[in-house]
């Protein structure tokens, strides 16, 4: 009797001990996985919290705004607010044996995925997973996926990056307090960055074997993919501050394409062959590309933020929204990125080859409001061009 008592009571404490620690190291966890890859859990690559619908003003509601032809080219597709950063694919659907042009976007209200197509000039919601306070979007080419950035905390000081995928299915957090996030076909790029510098580090797609790739004393930078096993790193621009543009390659050296030069703002294309680069001269903007094999800089013929600019997937062309006579009472390109300046722009084609502007859309002409454009982008067969007028966060396309 006295052993059976012995064992039932350490049977117990077993029990007991089990239950403690669930609720010490895994009750108080937040997070998600994604879905299962041929029979194996994938663990989270980092922890958050997504934001609840009860924090959302106003209540959510599930009207969908309908496209609107403004001409035989130019479509509205949606008023909007949308999160800044779209994505633009070139795929098969059921309707059609021949490739459609799909656009992928989210309501900032309620952080819903929809999808418009392009043929039909209809929007349908796709994802229903509400993440409202969505302050940017980094879609994977492929429009599978986007990594959101919003904050949290009760002084919002907890920057949050999550893979949210348009299909409905289970998303990832990345590391918390990210300064940066990237993304390419196969992998993600994340950028942290404290007092004593930055560390990049490259997962997978899938947020896993994430290693690192440079480090550098600077402490403020932007990141993005340059072509294959090549990224771009450039200081966070300011009118009062001489910015530098670098490639770094796949031995993690960081080597000066562009500046020093006040307010520089660097966009790689595609392959990685070229930078386009904007900055502050003489209180006026000025925009070059710049050759990364020979270092040589050409002089454009027109100017704007360069991250009012798409490369083409051809790296043949840039699209940008090129302000039309920007007032000269604001510091550039500092007032902008704050929501200070605002801009009324026309899209012009810049021919990389042919080294010319070509006028594509003068938007005010057409639709009679002004246009602020950011968050461009293009199909990989050059046929359609979108963007957000940030004047409104309304979501544009125009057929090229």
């Known amino acids: 009797m006295q052993r059976t008592l012995i064992i039932g009571a350490i049977a117990v404490g077993i029990i007991l001990i089990g239950v403690a620690v669930y609720f010490i190291f895994f009750a108080g966890s937040a997070g998600v996985t994604v ?4 029979g194996a859990n994938l663990p989270v690559a980092g922890q958050g919290t997504l934001p609840s619908e009860d924090d959302e003003i106003p209540p959510f509601s599930d009207t969908i705004n309908m496209p609107v032809s403004v001409s035989t080219r130019l479509v509205k597709i949606s008023a909007g607010p949308v999160v800044p950063g779209v994505a633009v694919v070139n795929k098969k659907t059921t309707a059609s044996s021949s490739a459609e042009i799909i656009v992928n976007y989210i309501e900032r209200r309620s952080g819903n995925i929809y999808s418009y197509l392009a043929s039909t000039k209809t929007n349908t919601r796709i994802s ?10 980094a879609w994977f080419p492929n429009a599978s996926l986007t990594i959101v950035r919003y904050l949290s905390g009760t002084d919002f000081s907890t920057i949050n990056s999550y893979a949210l995928s348009a299909s409905g299915s289970s998303g990832f957090f990345l590391p918390q307090n990210l300064s940066d996030v990237a993304v390419s076909d196969t992998g993600i790029l994340m950028l942290s960055s404290g007092v004593s510098g930055s560390i990049a580090s490259l997962s997978r797609a899938d947020g896993t074997r994430s290693s690192e790739v440079f480090t550098t004393p600077l402490s403020s930078l932007r990141i993005a993919f340059a072509g294959k096993n090549q990224y771009l790193a450039f200081t966070k621009p300011s009118s009062a501050l001489s910015g530098s543009a670098f490639i770094v390659g796949s031995t993690g050296i960081l080597s000066r394409v562009a500046g020093p030069k006040n307010g520089l703002v660097a966009k790689a294309s595609k392959s990685g062959k070229w930078v386009l680069v904007s900055y502050m001269s003489n209180d006026s903007m000025q925009m070059e590309l710049v050759d990364v094999a020979t270092g040589e800089s050409i002089a454009l013929p027109v100017a704007t933020i360069a991250d009012k600019c798409v490369w083409t997937e051809n790296d043949s062309a840039i699209y940008c929204g090129i302000p039309i006579d920007p007032s000269q009472d604001f510091i550039y390109p500092d007032d902008w990125y ?9 899209i012009w084609k810049i021919d990389v080859a042919g080294r010319y502007a070509q006028l594509v859309l ?3 002409k057409e639709t009679e409001v002004s246009l602020d454009a950011q968050s461009l982008a293009v199909d990989s067969l050059n046929t359609v061009l979108v963007f957000v007028n940030k004047n409104d966060s309304s979501l544009w396309s125009y057929s090229l």
Do not use: C, L, M
């Open 338 to 346: 704050q929501g200070v300046a605002h801009f009324s722009d026309r």
């Open 362 to 364: 003068d938007f005010p």
């Open 35 to 38: 879905a299962p890859e041929e």
């Open 128 to 137: 229903n997973k509400t993440v409202p306070g969505i302050q940017s979007a």
